[in-house]
């Protein structure tokens, strides 16, 4: 069975300044997609950023970008730049045949 | 488009009793969720309809129920709510499961069992 694990529950960082939120994942699977989702007080849940297995080119979205380590079966969230609406929480997810497992996120507080 | 609708928002039970939760989706999508989010547990999966007339037992299925009512709406029913079961629940829908497919969320219903 696949796992999604996040080992930060919660993590800061100074406004301006960058941040890596860590997550590994388990699978048994060759093709699969990961993905970070943001939730803010909002409580509405946003995708930030889409990785697929195949690509080794990590994926970037203006100041999120990840670092995929499909080897080491990792995949990390840098936020550059912090920003006070960044501040939320973070869920990797993983995609595989048919459905999603969520890990148990990371919350993210940005200091002014 | 208003995209994943719930109703509703919010809703206080006494143990024993039953609700239905009500989603719907207008982006004609095929694949529709439930989730639970506690604290410190992320989001556990506890139905899914991979396409209309399909429904399948997720992580933690034990004391709900879903139906796929036609390819925009998928309830779930809580039939005897117990204190276990406070938590809030998310619907969410995606084009197909699983693959690239991104999950569109609902803003979430708040329910608490006393």
């Known amino acids: 069975a696949q796992t999604v694990t996040q080992s930060q529950p919660e993590m800061s960082v100074q406004e301006a300044e960058t941040v890596t939120l860590s997550c590994t994942y388990d699978t048994s699977e060759s093709d699969y997609y990961l993905f970070w989702y943001k939730q803010p007080p909002s409580r509405q849940m946003i995708l930030v950023i889409r990785q697929e297995a195949y690509k080794q080119q990590n994926a970037t979205e203006n100041r999120f970008s990840v670092n995929f380590q499909k080897a080491a079966k990792s995949f990390s969230l840098k936020i550059s730049d912090s920003q006070l609406g960044d501040a939320a929480m973070y869920f990797c997810?993983?995609?595989?045949?048919?459905?999603?497992?969520f890990g148990t996120g990371t919350r993210l507080k940005v200091l002014a | 488009n208003a995209g994943v609708t719930q109703t509703p928002k919010f809703q206080v039970l006494k143990t024993g009793q039953s609700m239905t939760l009500q989603c719907a989706q207008d982006?004609?999508?095929?694949?529709m969720y439930w989730y639970r989010q506690d604290p410190g547990m992320g989001l556990r999966l506890i139905y899914y309809s991979a396409s209309e007339g399909t429904t399948d037992k997720g992580e933690v299925p034990n004391g709900y129920n879903v139906s796929r009512l036609n390819k925009r709406e998928f309830s779930l029913r809580l039939e005897s709510a117990a204190p276990s079961q406070t938590s809030v629940y998310f619907c969410?829908?995606?084009?197909?499961?699983?693959?690239?497919?991104?999950?569109?969320f609902g803003p979430g219903t708040r329910l608490t069992v006393l």
């Open positions: 969410a829908s995606s084009e197909l499961a699983g693959g690239p497919n991104e999950q569109f």
């Open positions: 982006m004609n999508h095929n694949s």
């Open positions: 997810a993983y995609s595989g045949t048919y459905k999603y497992i």
